[in-house]
């Protein structure tokens, strides 16, 4: 099994950067398709981005493109997101997801994280 850990949440101003960072407790055979999803309250969990296990393919939310960027060390069994640009409307917490055969846009991933919360201010 795959136990997902989110870190790298914080407060910060519009227009500033964060990074998080997603790590597995566990191992799988092959790499899993990780994603990062967010939800702010009263509203949904909504997609943010994804990268495949090979890391050879990148899906981005339009909210989020060109600001955001994911990526992976599959040595460290890590998962990032850097983000860029941030905007009051980011604010949420952000939830990294994990599996093997996923609908990437949607939040059918197996393993979850616990969340971490990103504050952007106005």
């Known amino acids: 099994q795959v136990q997902p850990v989110e870190s790298g949440g914080g407060l910060v101003q519009t227009g500033g950067s964060l990074r998080l960072s997603c790590t597995s407790s566990?191992?799988?055979?092959?790499?899993?398709?990780m994603g990062w999803f967010r939800q702010a309250p009263r509203k949904e969990r909504e997609f943010v981005a994804a990268?495949?296990?090979?890391?050879?393919?990148?899906f981005y939310a339009d909210a989020v493109k060109g600001r955001f960027t994911i990526s992976r060390d599959n040595a460290a069994n890590t998962v990032y997101l850097q983000m860029n640009s941030l905007q009051p409307e980011d604010t949420a917490v952000y939830y990294c997801?994990?599996?093997?055969?996923?609908?990437?846009?949607?939040?059918?991933?197996?393993?979850w994280g616990q969340g971490t919360q990103v504050t952007v201010s106005s």
């Open positions: 997801g994990a599996g093997p055969r996923v609908d990437v846009f949607r939040p059918t991933y197996d393993y």
């Open positions: 566990g191992r799988a055979l092959r790499p899993y398709t």
């Open positions: 990268i495949s296990g090979t890391g050879r393919n990148t």
